[in-house]
């Protein structure tokens, strides 16, 4: 059984700064890559950032400059860094990982968090 943990949301005032990160445990046997999604009230679940395992990245315009993701192989956990907070990042962020693990065969898939509130006051 494979899970992605989220932690690091929270309520943060405008201008501010949180860090999430989640940690995939399970029968993980190689990770392509990670990643954070949020889904606003009434509104659809949209990219943020995301990171390959070599590092490669990729924003979403409204995050670019603000937002840095990061990632650590070895414990197979992502970071993001979010700078300069905007009532409209308020949002649930879901971490996700495209990854290959053990079931009875290997088996690649892609495997989401439970989600994170962050709340952005203005």
């Known amino acids: 059984q494979v899970q992605l943990v989220e932690s690091g949301g929270g309520l943060v005032q405008a201008g501010g700064s949180l860090t999430l990160s989640c940690a995939a445990s399970?029968?993980?046997?190689?990770?392509?890559?990670m990643g954070w999604y949020r889904q606003a009230p009434g509104d659809q679940r949209e990219l943020v950032a995301k990171?390959?395992?070599?590092?490669?990245?990729n924003y979403a315009d409204s995050v670019k400059g603000r937002f840095t993701i990061s990632i650590e192989n070895v414990k197979n956990t992502v970071s993001m860094q979010m700078d300069s907070l905007k009532p409209e990042d308020t949002a649930v962020y879901y971490c996700y990982g495209d990854l290959v693990y053990m079931s009875r065969l290997p088996r690649r898939d892609n495997i989401w968090g439970q989600g994170t509130q962050v709340t952005v006051s203005s």
């Open positions: 990171i390959t395992s070599g590092g490669n990245t």
């Open positions: 399970g029968s993980i046997l190689t990770i392509s890559l």
